[in-house]
């Protein structure tokens, strides 16, 4: 069983920054490309910013310059350094992983809860 746990996620006022974690926990034998989606209230899940093994990221456009995706791959952990941050990036914002469970497994995506994020005014 695989598990993303999330934290970092709270409430700040515009214009702060806020840091969010993800660790892949149980049985991963590799991740691939891990990132974060955002769900505002009423609109549709939408993808932040996410990175592949190796390292290259992509980020939505209404984001970059301001968020920086990084990862750890033998801790297995993903992190979004958010800052300049907005009301409008309000929402529960969520991990998600590619991830191999064994050798011979093929990669499936995994979810982490979700983690809010509160931007105030």
């Known amino acids: 069983q695989v598990q993303l746990v999330e934290s970092g996620g709270g409430l700040v006022q515009a214009g702060g920054s806020l840091t969010l974690s993800c660790a892949a926990s149980?049985?991963?034998?590799?991740?691939?490309?891990m990132g974060w989606y955002r769900q505002a209230p009423g609109k549709q899940r939408e993808l932040v910013a996410d990175?592949?093994?190796?390292?290259?990221?992509n980020y939505a456009e209404s984001v970059k310059g301001r968020f920086t995706i990084s990862r750890d791959n033998a801790k297995v952990t993903v992190f979004m350094q958010m800052s300049s941050l907005k009301p409008e990036d309000t929402a529960v914002y969520y991990c998600?992983?590619?991830?191999?469970?064994?050798?011979?497994?093929?990669?499936?995506?995994?979810w982490g809860q979700g983690t809010q994020v509160t931007v105030s005014s």
């Open positions: 990175i592949s093994r190796g390292g290259n990221a």
């Open positions: 149980g049985s991963v034998f590799r991740t691939y490309t």
């Open positions: 998600n992983a590619a991830i191999k469970r064994t050798i011979s497994s093929g990669s499936l995506d995994y």
